[in-house]
């Protein structure tokens, strides 16, 4: 089978063993790389974060007061650890990712579970860990398009 055979998805870079967490680590999941054989996915990688600018390494960061959801309303920051706004970077990340989704005619993004981007089901607000997805998810999601979380760095 050719790889134009495949249907196009986008997946978290860290999943795929790109070294762009925060830290200079990678998620890399074993699990999810079989599954995208198995299920004839091509897997276009792409770290909202890096599409940012915010580069690698680069300080840990979340949502500040509310979600994601607020944060793309305009009625919320991201902040790092030490109360830096990067709220531009994040949001750049997020509409990088949706015009990559739209370039490829992509329906699906797999997504690396708690961070405060790509979480879908949960992510940091504030110091805490929370139901709810990051902001690239949630901007995603606005747009019609699925995102399935993924835990990351399964065997
Ligand atoms: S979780 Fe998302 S933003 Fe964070 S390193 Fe992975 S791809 Fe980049």
Known sequence: MS?????????????LGRSC???????RDGALERE???QRLQAIAFCPEEHGQLGTPRPAAWIE?????AVVDGADRVVTHAGHDVTAAFVRGAQGALETCK???IRLALLKERSPSCGVRQTHVGGR?????????ELLRREGIEVRGVE???A
């Open 65 to 69: 007061s509310h979600s994601a959801a």
């Open 152 to 154: 990351g760095r399964r």
């Open 36 to 38: 995208l054989a198995e």
């Open 21 to 27: 967490r925060y830290d200079g680590a990678h998620n």
């Open 129 to 137: 860990l929370v139901d709810g997805p990051g902001v690239t998810a």
């Open 3 to 15: 790889s134009s055979d495949k249907r196009l998805v986008l997946v978290s870079a860290c999943l």
């Open 103 to 105: 370039t490829h005619a």
